[in-house]
């Protein structure tokens, strides 16, 4: 799994390096990792092999012609770039990327399980801050639910 978060400093030449547990797990058929604009946040999205055949079993589940399906072929498949690792264990991002994101300096990389995701340090710390608020708010309404559940099982809860 893609764990924990660290902080890099792209070059001149837009290259950074990638931690080295990040290149162990994209090992596969080619010595680095698949990257994409995310869908779900403004930053890049990347991983190996297995998350390309995961995108890739999704959009295969759909019709051809559902207008969901060349969402994600646009913006995944259309998106995605093969970035292999140097002798240095660095990859090259694209300029498009760099652009979109506004990469410039300093970039967070982020591990999500199965994919990781590279922010710009300062946009990163905002949705850190924002995805943590809401990991709180859902987590006390799950467990209130869990716990209503609880109560009407035992036969405790009121009946209305």
Same mark, same amino acid.
């Given at each position: 799994m &893609?764990?924990?978060t &660290?902080?890099? +400093?792209? %070059?001149a030449?837009? #290259?950074? *390096?990638v931690p +080295?547990e990040f290149r !162990?797990?994209a090992?596969?058929?080619f010595?680095? *990792?698949f990257?994409f604009?995310?869908?779900?946040? %403004?930053?890049?999205?990347?991983g190996g092999k297995?998350? &390309?055949?995961r995108?890739?079993? *999704?959009?295969?589940e759909l019709?051809?012609? %559902?207008?969901?399906?060349?969402?994600l072929?646009?913006? *995944?498949?259309? $998106?995605? @770039?093969?970035?292999?690792?140097?002798?240095?264990?660095?990859?090259t991002?694209?300029?498009?990327?760099?652009d979109?994101f506004?990469? /410039?300096?300093?970039v /967070?990389i982020v591990g999500l399980?199965? #994919?990781? =995701?590279?922010?710009e340090?300062?946009?990163f710390?905002a949705?850190r801050?924002a =995805?943590?608020?809401? !990991?709180? +708010? $859902?987590?006390?309404?799950?467990?209130a +639910?869990? #716990?209503?559940? #609880?109560?009407?099982?035992?036969?405790q809860g009121? @009946?209305?």
């Open positions: &893609f764990l924990s &660290f902080e890099k +400093q792209l %070059d030449k837009r #290259r950074i *390096v +080295q !162990a797990l090992a596969g058929p010595d680095g *990792v990257c604009p995310s869908i779900e946040a %403004d930053c890049i999205e990347g297995a998350l &390309f055949d995108y890739n079993g *999704v959009i295969e019709e051809f012609g %559902d207008p969901l399906r060349s969402a072929e646009t913006s *995944v498949l259309g $998106g995605m @770039a093969k970035l292999s690792f140097d002798t240095a264990g660095r990859i991002l694209p300029e498009s990327l760099c979109l506004g990469l /410039t300096d300093w /967070t399980g199965d #994919r990781f =995701q590279i922010w340090r300062e946009a710390n949705h801050a =995805q943590r608020e809401l !990991a709180r +708010q $859902g987590l006390a309404e799950l467990r +639910q869990q #716990r209503a559940a #609880r109560l009407a099982h035992s036969g009121s @009946a209305g």
